[in-house]
């Protein structure tokens, strides 16, 4: 494993131009690391972003093979990681070194299956409409058509996800894979973890031949807002809270060339549990329920916040349950204190409000997170009350007890939009209220059934994402093969001759895709 430097990468090089140096700490004791970094000058983000730029022109014009090599590449560096890169890795966090390992693999995995994509081409969206010249009253010229990466993208780490979701995670993969350099914006909770994961990257690079600038990565506070100006920059992708998210949204919307962020940011994901289900299997939800809540210490953006039930001594039954459950768990270290003042300041609301009852758990004190049970009133849900909707990013929950039916459905267009819904059920509740699915389908961008939304498969069927403030644009997803689709654009080829047009729309289909072909579907040469 390398040395860890602390330098920014830029252009295959390291940089540490400025004199200002940041500190990895220990998330368990709060105690220095001994790694520290460089904060990235205003000159640094320059050369970043230009050099991610200049990267542009030849990597998006390679073969989708030679990419994918560069991200198999990237996941067999991941995977050669020795128990010293773990055991760093859980420092930085406080997570427990089988999270990492299990994290690391999904991390490689998502690497390796844009890989796939690449290879199998589609998408690249070729669509061709050859000429009609005897077509009256006027002739159809010959127009072909797909989709080229955007450019540059600025991708920001999460703080709960130290490798999927960070300097080689989701983003920086469906980036690369459409064709698009990378300048990492590393996160302050884990800068040991980024750099050594930015160097497997860099040899990937190195191994596979791909361009200088192919992968960038600034450490640094106040960095971003250099990054989502930068003229080079054409796309951003962000995981984190709904106050950066909508900064970040509000500075690429004001520049002179408005350009796309996709940011994942506040989600409550609620959890409705039907009567029926109630009643055969109540103690086993309660169950269930609680340890989806604490998976974790609650620190996924798609743990259960809010849990919903009709009015029934069944539900109060589950309530008491959830809350026995919730007061016996040990309380949990999360990934750093900036996390934990947050996880207070969001109890501290729910407690304030005259309209929220805390119904279980220890009182918040110390270093640790305690689990929380909260019931609220339903009629805020309905009103949308603003406290209701608030992300509580730990282990914590809250109920609400509707009166029935109608004010069930008023209290589910309360909500804002949200990543995941679920739907807790026997068959004849299902079949019952068939009628919520067509609302959900409006709020949130996955419903799940008889399941818990903690736990996002990393496949092509996969939706991470939801209505706005869930996202800032529910049209993608930040898992899954459909996350390419963020950061590429359509472009038609108007008359071209076949020796200047790009393989995928040549007559002789070179890469044997399936095309869409004057409105049908075909894999054979034309």
Not at 184 to 194: C, E, L, N, V
Not at 241 to 246: A, C, E, P, T
Not at 338 to 350: A, I, N, P
Request: glycine share 10%.
């Amino acid at each position: 494993m390398p040395e860890i430097l602390g330098h920014n990468f830029i252009a295959g090089q390291r940089s540490a131009a400025g004199q200002q140096r940041l500190q990895s700490l220990d998330a368990s004791t709060g105690q220095a690391l001994p790694f520290s970094f460089a904060q990235a000058t205003d000159s640094e983000v320059d050369q970043a972003a230009r050099a991610a730029a200049a990267a542009f022109a030849e990597f998006r014009q390679l073969p989708g093979t030679r990419r994918a090599e560069f991200l198999d590449a990237i996941a067999d560096e991941l995977d050669e990681l020795d128990d010293r890169f773990v055991a760093i890795v859980c420092q930085e966090t406080a997570l427990p070194a089988a999270r990492i390992q299990g994290e690391r693999a999904r991390t490689s995995g998502q690497m390796r299956l844009f890989a796939q994509v690449l290879r199998r081409g589609d998408y690249l969206g070729a669509r061709i409409d050859q000429a009609q010249p005897q077509r009256q009253p006027l002739p159809r010229v010959d127009l072909r058509q797909m989709r080229i990466g955007v450019g540059p993208v600025a991708v920001f780490g999460a703080s709960n996800f130290p490798l999927a979701f960070s300097t080689a995670g989701g983003d920086t993969a469906a980036a690369l894979a459409a064709g698009c350099p990378v300048v990492f914006k590393a996160h302050s909770g884990h800068m040991a973890t980024a750099d050594l994961v930015g160097c497997a990257i860099v040899r990937a690079a190195g191994r596979t031949g791909m361009p200088e600038g192919v992968f960038n990565m600034v450490f640094g506070a106040g960095v971003g807002e250099g990054l989502v100006k930068h003229p080079a920059i054409q796309a951003v992708g962000f995981t984190g809270s709904l106050k950066g998210g909508d900064a970040l949204c509000r500075m690429a919307a004001e520049r002179p060339q408005p350009i796309p962020v996709f940011a994942e940011m506040s989600s409550i994901n609620p959890v409705i549990v039907l009567p029926a289900a109630l009643t055969q299997r109540g103690e086993a939800i309660a169950r269930e329920l609680a340890g989806s809540v604490c998976l974790g210490a609650g620190q996924f953006c798609t743990n259960p916040g809010l849990v919903i039930g009709l009015k029934s001594p069944g539900f109060s039954q589950l309530l008491s349950e959830v809350g026995q459950q919730l007061q016996q768990q040990a309380a949990q270290t999360l990934l750093n204190t900036g996390g934990l003042r947050s996880y207070e300041e969001g109890l501290t609301h729910l407690h304030a409000h005259p309209g929220i009852e805390h119904l279980a758990g220890q009182v918040q004190t110390g270093t640790q997170a305690h689990a929380q049970l909260f019931k609220a009133d339903a009629h805020l849900l309905v009103a949308s009350d603003p406290v209701l909707q608030e992300e509580v990013f730990g282990p914590t929950t809250v109920a609400v007890e509707v009166a029935d039916d109608a004010q069930l459905r008023a209290a589910l267009l309360g909500l804002r939009g949200q990543l995941t819904a679920t739907l807790i059920g026997e068959p004849e509740d299902l079949e019952a209220y068939a009628w919520l699915v067509p609302l959900l389908e409006e709020k949130v961008g996955r419903i799940l059934i008889n399941g818990y939304p903690t736990g996002v498969e990393v496949c092509d069927a996969m939706v991470h994402g939801g209505p706005y403030p869930a996202t800032s644009d529910a049209r993608g997803t930040s898992v899954g093969t459909l996350a390419i689709d963020r950061f590429l654009r359509p472009v038609c080829y108007q008359n071209y001759p076949q020796a200047l047009l790009p393989l995928a729309l040549q007559d002789a289909n070179p890469l044997r895709l399936r095309r869409l072909v004057n409105g049908q579907w075909s894999d054979a040469p034309l």
